[in-house]
């Protein structure tokens, strides 16, 4: 089996619609693949109406944190999307969105580049929109070449010139939440240090011991000595360890199913959700 278990669709900053990541995810040869966009479930429908024979889509979520100053990404899988708790704090995640993108702009005008908020919007489309959609703005105005070489100090990484902080979850309240909800918790991408500050393994070890179910090792922005590192660190924790491709679409050069989740340990993600249950295709529409 090939699991894929971290991937954005329009309803976030990705560049495919939900239909279209499902369809692309069957045809790089993916058994399953999980929709993650950024604090909202919105892609869950169309992603299930068009799902292939043959692929099966986990339900989830990329939840936006923060912990001792440091931002930091939780990756919650099938938990229950109408669950209140959960839903009014992805709510006001989302909403603080919109501030924090204009503020980054008014920045970025600061600084003398013409960034507008009609460009952002239009780049967003439907999407919770992010920093990844300022980062594509200052790649068509030629400011960077690639939206990875906006997330630096000079423009939109934590602490960047550029950079507004926005309303991000206690990680350790995320977790009571999607577990509320029913669902498992995998803190994504948790030593790319070249997005900025990263979580101590003390913080990994609290959060573990709150109820954390895995991390997320096996990733584009983690090189072989840092995803050996962390399985040291997972088993030591008893932490399961998941690897993703974090795909974007064009947003991003990482192709979906470039990196991968062991099957048992996707297996066991799903022996612990409650809230929801992994989709099989039927053939889509």
């Not at 989830?60 to 923060?66: I, K, N, Q, V």
């Not at 573990?208 to 840092?226: N, S, W």
Request: proline content about 5%.
């Amino acid at each position: 089996m090939r699991i894929d278990l971290h991937c954005h669709s329009t309803a976030s900053d990705g560049t495919d619609t939900p239909a279209e990541l499902v369809r692309n995810a069957a045809a790089a040869g993916l058994d399953v693949v999980a929709l993650t966009d950024h604090d909202t479930t919105r892609g869950y429908a169309e992603a299930v109406a068009a799902l292939p024979e043959g692929l099966t889509l986990v339900t989830g979520a990329e939840l936006s944190c923060r912990v001792d100053g440091v931002s930091m990404h939780m990756l919650a899988y099938l938990f229950d999307p109408e669950e209140p708790a959960l839903l009014a704090e992805r709510e006001l995640v989302r909403d603080d969105r919109v501030p924090r993108a204009q503020g980054m702009i008014a920045k970025l005008d600061a600084l003398g580049v013409p960034v507008t908020w009609e460009q952002v919007k239009r780049i967003a489309g439907d999407g919770s929109v992010g920093r990844p959609h300022v980062a594509s703005a200052l790649v068509e105005l030629g400011v960077v070449p690639t939206v990875s070489d906006a997330f630096t100090e000079e423009w939109l990484a934590d602490g960047g010139r550029a950079f507004v902080e926005k309303h991000e979850t206690d990680p350790f309240e995320a977790i009571r939440l999607v577990k509320a909800a029913g669902g498992v918790c995998v803190f994504a991408h948790p030593a790319a240090a070249k997005r900025g500050r990263t979580v101590p393994e003390s913080a990994i070890a609290e959060l573990a011991a709150a109820g954390l179910d895995g991390i997320e090792v096996d990733h584009m922005d983690h090189d072989e000595d840092t995803r050996v590192r962390l399985r040291g660190l997972a088993g030591d924790l008893g932490l399961l360890v998941t690897g993703s491709s974090d795909y974007h679409g064009s947003r991003k050069t990482v192709t979906l199913g470039e990196y991968t989740t062991d099957p048992e340990v996707y297996g066991e993600i799903t022996r612990r959700a409650t809230g929801a249950f992994p989709v099989p295709g039927t053939g889509g529409i």
